[in-house]
């Protein structure tokens, strides 16, 4: 048993009273072994597997702390990939008749960690745990084999980029049952099957291989966006939620080209010319469910692959493909996909505010705020979708009437 604090950017998490004495306290009683057992099993998909909304309640227990602990009270936190370097933090306090204390934390967002210093942290734990366990007993034999296997791969390039891939696929690498990912890991760069292995499902994901690698060539033909003038993207700040980085990529590249008091219609053209245009830039009407373009980077130079049915599609597609390409370096492929990492959130979040800019929107505003006929009509004008155009405005403030707005996809983890 421990005393276990658990603190994220200076709250403290396990922050407790006593139901019988009402005294607080900062640390909860736990017992250890459970913490890190889950841990050695569980390391690379707790630490790489992306949000995945499809399932969000499996998605939940995978990733719950207190859903090890055997019954001993715990605060609800949860961790899981935010893509490249980042992690996701998540906690809520959850009152129970069953416990003898109350968490106190106050409702917390999803937070964002840095994945190397927390990876560092939840290895003390593991480490701690075989130190007092050091013995022959079954508890100190599993949890020491079960640590081995993740020490042997993060010592291993190769096996260690394997174990990240299955890990992003909410897979275990050492299951003899999970299929051979081999196949998919020799298909595409690791940059490209970094991206459709956060945002697809195993179930998906050979299709989906099958068609980015038969299609990627088709690129060759794509239009080239020059991005030579773009500068540097805004750094991807950890204290700041991913659309705030792409919003503000989008205001900073308009006020670099000077075209920020243009019609965003007019902007987007300058900037991205003829990768918009209807004969050239939808390379495929149709795509996997989790893809909505591919982008390939080749220094200055972007070639954008969109996938779309419709003009308002293809200049979406275009403008997140176009910050794919901006964030990119040197020689690099890239999907723009429907996930939830850091990357691809900034990227769509860029694209709405390429195509509907709040300040465009409220300037367009009537008192009354919009109806769905203006949003309609708006989207219309901007060429963009309706659904963008509508939270975009309600964003910004603006009163919407009889404007159906469908729940954000992104649930708290």
């Known amino acids: 048993m421990v005393s276990l604090r658990v ?25 250890l072994q459970p913490i890190a ?15 995945r909304p499809l399932d969000p309640d499996a998605f939940k227990a995978r990733h719950r702390f207190d859903s090890v602990t055997n019954g001993y009270a715990f605060p609800a936190v949860s961790v899981c990939s935010g893509g490249a370097s980042s992690l996701l933090v998540a906690w809520r306090p959850e009152p129970s008749d069953s416990y ?12 964002v960690a ?37 020490s042997e791969s993060l010592q291993d390039p190769d096996e260690l980029a394997y174990c990240r891939f299955a ?48 299609e990627q060539p088709r690129l060759k033909n794509a239009p080239t966006i020059d991005i030579s003038g773009f500068g540097c993207p805004p750094d991807d700040s950890l204290d700041k ?37 209807p004969t050239r830039s939808a390379l495929w009407q149709s795509g996997p469910a989790s893809i909505r373009g591919l982008v390939q980077r080749n220094g200055d130079d972007a070639r954008i692959g969109a996938i779309a049915r419709t003009a308002r599609e293809r200049h979406m597609s275009v403008c997140t493909a176009g910050y794919m390409a901006w964030i990119s370096n040197g020689e690099d492929t890239r999907a723009t996909t429907r996930g939830y990492t850091r990357e691809q959130m900034a ?42 155009v509508a939270w975009q405005a309600s964003n910004a403030g603006i009163p919407l009437w009889n404007v159906p707005l469908e729940p954000a996809s992104l649930a708290i983890v």
């Not at 603190?7 to 900062?26: L, Q, T, W, Y």
């Not at 509907?356 to 219309?380: C, V």
């Open 7 to 31: 603190v994220f950017d200076g709250i403290e998490i396990a922050r407790n009273v006593s139901k019988r004495s009402g005294s607080p306290r900062d640390f909860v009683n736990v017992p």
């Open 114 to 150: 840095e994945r190397a210093s927390t990876e560092e942290q939840l290895m003390q734990i593991v480490e701690e745990a075989l130190a007092r366990l050091k013995g022959e007993s079954d508890a100190y034999s599993e949890l020491r084999a079960a640590w081995n296997r993740v």
């Open 347 to 388: 990227a769509r979040a860029f694209a709405r505010e390429m195509l509907a800019p709040q300040d465009y929107l409220k300037a367009q505003a009537p008192s009354r705020g919009f109806t769905s006929d203006d949003i309609e009509e708006l989207a219309g004008q901007l060429m963009c979708p309706s659904d963008i």
């Open 37 to 51: 057992q889950a841990l050695a099993e569980h390391w690379w998909q707790w630490l790489y597997e992306p949000y």
């Open 167 to 214: 890990g992003r696929l909410g897979l275990d690498p050492y299951d003899p049952d999970v299929p051979d990912l081999t196949e998919f890991t020799n298909a595409l760069s690791p940059t490209l099957l970094d991206d459709i292995s956060d945002s697809a499902n195993i179930e998906d994901l050979s299709e989906t291989v099958a068609w980015v690698d038969k």
């Open 100 to 111: 003898a204390i109350e968490f106190i934390t106050p409702e917390s967002p999803v937070q």
């Open 241 to 277: 939620p991913p659309y705030e980085t792409g919003m503000d990529a989008a205001r900073q590249l308009r006020q670099r080209y000077g075209v920020e008091h243009k019609r965003p219609h007019d902007s987007v053209a300058e900037l991205f010319g003829g990768a918009l245009s």
